[in-house]
């Protein structure tokens, strides 16, 4: 992540995120700020997947969610909670002892479903000022035999 994607989208006006060698810093400047990244391939959710995320906060009192975004309709796209849906996870910063200024990795298994995941989110919310530096998000799928 030490330059922006090919295929990016507008950000937030209260957000500035700056590229380097450790990754990219997500500087935020309200309570609750969302990214959320489509999937050219959806993610084949009937298999056991795999998300990993390694990061590192400057930011007190972060609940991070990583958010699913399941086609039902089979549009190759997220067309809203009326059609598709979405499962989640959340990550507290307090409960879970994370510390300013130290790498952490997420291991977490995406829900097993029979529609693809086409959009994958990621939501900070917690005190309006503050950074997150991603350096690695990964999904891995398991091959059987």
């Known amino acids: 992540m030490s330059s922006p994607p090919e295929n990016f989208y507008t950000l937030p006006p209260d957000v500035l995120v700056q590229n380097d060698s450790d990754g990219a810093t997500i500087h935020k400047a309200n309570p609750r700020v969302g990214f959320y990244l489509p999937l050219e391939e959806g993610i084949d959710s009937s298999k056991q997947n795999y998300l990993t995320m390694q990061f590192k906060l400057d930011v007190e009192d972060l609940t991070l969610t990583l958010v699913f975004y399941f086609d039902m309709n089979r549009d190759g796209r997220w067309s809203g909670y009326e059609i598709d849906y979405v499962k989640s996870a959340t990550f507290n910063q307090t409960k879970l ?5 130290e790498w952490y990795t997420i291991y977490k298994v995406i ?5 693809p995941v086409v959009q994958i989110g990621i939501i900070m919310a917690g005190d309006p000022d503050g950074a997150i530096t991603l350096s690695e998000l990964v999904v891995y799928t398991e091959v059987t035999p």
Do not use: F
């Open 97 to 101: 002892g994370w510390t300013a200024s």
């Open 111 to 115: 829900p097993t479903a029979d529609d």
